[in-house]
């Protein structure tokens, strides 16, 4: 499967603990993307990649958060003591390093903080 | 204003009709827009790109209204199976970031 590839899919976890999430982008995508969705609601941009320059953040992105993509491949979110309230589907997608094109999702990983 | 809007729905219609949604989007600089299918608990999926001259592929047809900021989404012949979400895509001008709108939730009825 050459998709983009995220993981854990599900994350159970307490309130204060620490979460990591992984993305694996497509191969040849320069451009990686994390978003946030709750339910009823669309995707919320959060940040993005290219290569290894995080080049934009979203205020959506508290100082409890926090994305690396050190070789410019694999990227990780890491969320510091988790709230109630981050309990949401963390999307990963990657594109091309070109103007209007497309982005590739894949399947989430979804967090739930008791 | 946000900066993408959408029809939340939910649009209820019965199989073999006809159902178009507009998502409208506040930046007139924006050059870049998408139309993204999503079924329940599961990721977007690029429905189809809309270009400048209107695109159609298959049953659906896309097009780009720059005067009055708006893109269409039309489906025709709607299937069981067409019932999902439909998000509306649009890039932050200047950078390579993208907007969804909240998208419109569809339900087509046997």
């Known amino acids: 499967d050459t998709g983009v590839s995220q993981n854990p899919r599900h994350k159970i976890t307490k309130r204060g603990q620490n979460v990591t999430f992984r993305c694996d982008p497509i191969s040849e995508h320069n451009r990686l993307y994390w978003y946030r969705q709750t339910l009823g609601q669309g995707p919320e941009f959060l940040t993005y990649f290219q290569n290894e320059a995080q080049l934009e953040k979203s205020r959506l992105l508290s100082d409890r958060f926090s994305a690396e993509r050190p070789k410019g491949s694999f990227s990780t979110l890491e969320i510091q003591r988790t709230e109630q309230g981050d309990s949401a589907m963390y999307l990963c997608?990657?594109?091309?390093?070109?103007?209007?094109?497309?982005?590739?999702f894949g399947e989430g990983s979804r967090l739930t903080v008791l | 204003r946000k900066e993408v809007e959408q029809d939340p729905g939910p649009f209820n219609v019965p199989e073999g009709a006809t159902v178009a949604f507009n998502c409208t989007y506040s930046n007139s600089a924006s050059q870049s827009f998408f139309w993204y299918r999503q079924d329940c608990r599961k990721e977007p999926k690029l429905l189809m790109s809309?270009?400048?001259s209107g695109n159609e592929d298959g049953r659906f047809t896309a097009q780009l209204n720059r005067a009055s900021q708006y893109i269409s989404l039309l489906i025709r012949d709607s299937k069981l199976s067409d019932s999902a979400t439909y998000l509306c895509v649009v890039n932050y001008p200047g950078t390579y970031k993208y907007i969804f709108g909240t998208g419109t939730r569809l339900k087509v009825l046997a």
């Open positions: 809309v270009y400048s």
């Open positions: 997608a990657s594109s091309l390093g070109l103007a209007g094109v497309p982005l590739f």
